[in-house]
Nanobody, 127 residues
Framework: QVLLVESGGGSVQAGDSLRLSCVVS????????MGWFRQAPGDIREFVAA???????????SYTDSVKGRFTISRDNAKNTVYLQMNNLSPEDTAVYTC?????????????????WGLGTQVTVSS
């Protein structure tokens, strides 16, 4: 089994920052591409950010336009953890954030490319 557990969500004010963490157990974490997705109430799940496996030689990260310059995805292979640093949060960022792992080495923006999913962590941003 490959299990993903998110943490770090919470309720903050607009302009604040949060760092989400996703700990992966099982398999070989360094070989996985990792992604973050989010889903607001009544909305579809959307891509947020992704990072390739640690040995990838090309472009290693990708972001949706609405978070570029504010969010940063990173990984720590020694801790089997992927992070999403979220700065200058706005109410539009309110959603359940979920991490996902892909057995393919490259980053992916399509949720169908991911093999394993966490249950998500709530992020609420008030004005």
């Amino acid at each position: 089994q490959v299990l993903l557990v998110e943490s770090g969500g919470g309720s903050v004010q607009a302009g604040d920052s949060l760092r989400l963490s996703c700990v992966v157990s099982g398999g070989t974490f360094s070989d996985y591409a990792m992604g973050w997705f989010r889903q607001a109430p009544g909305d579809i799940r959307e891509f947020v950010a992704a990072i390739a496996w640690s040995g990838w030689s090309g472009d290693s990260t990708s972001y949706t336009d609405s978070v570029k310059g504010r969010f940063t995805i990173s990984r720590d292979n020694a801790k089997n953890t992927v992070y999403l640093q979220m700065n200058n949060l706005s109410p539009e960022d309110t959603a359940v954030y979920t991490c996902a792992a892909s057995l393919n080495s490259d980053w992916h923006v399509n949720p169908f490319a991911y093999d394993y999913w966490g249950l998500g962590t709530q992020v609420t941003v008030s004005s």
